[in-house]
Nanobody, 122 residues
Framework: QVQLVESGGGLVQAGGSLRLSCAAS????????MGWFRQAPGKEREFVSA????????TYADSVKGRFTISRDNAKNGVSLQMNSLNAEDTAVYYC???????????????WGQGTQVTVSS
């Protein structure tokens, strides 16, 4: 089994930065790519970013490209998401996910964390 726990969310002013972390546990998590999704109030869950097993390949949604950076986090056995130049549109619950295939907007993960709230004030 795989367990994912997100952390690092909080309240930040527009233009500020946050770094989210996802700690993974279980015997199989290291075999899978990891990624992030988010869901804002009244909106559907959307893809944010994904990273391959060893960080060789990274992908980003157009809405965050150039502002967010995903990376493997060996210290937490998981993944991090550095979010810069945040704006109000980034306000959402952010979910860590993992699965056997690299996640995209159409290829979702199989394992999910509980999410961490990110609120950006304008």
């Amino acid at each position: 089994q795989v367990q994912l726990v997100e952390s690092g969310g909080g309240l930040v002013q527009a233009g500020g930065s946050l770094r989210l972390s996802c700690a993974a546990s279980g015997r199989t998590f290291s075999r899978y790519p990891m990624g992030w999704f988010r869901q804002a109030p009244g909106k559907e869950r959307e893809f944010v970013s994904a990273i391959s097993l060893n960080g060789v390949i990274t992908t980003y949604a157009d809405s965050v490209k150039g502002r967010f950076t995903i990376s493997r986090d060996n210290a937490k056995n998981g993944v991090s998401l550095q979010m810069n130049s945040l704006n109000a549109e980034d306000t959402a619950v952010y979910y860590c996910a993992t699965g056997p295939l690299l996640m995209t907007s159409t290829h979702l993960g199989e394992y999910w964390g509980q999410g961490t709230q990110v609120t950006v004030s304008s």
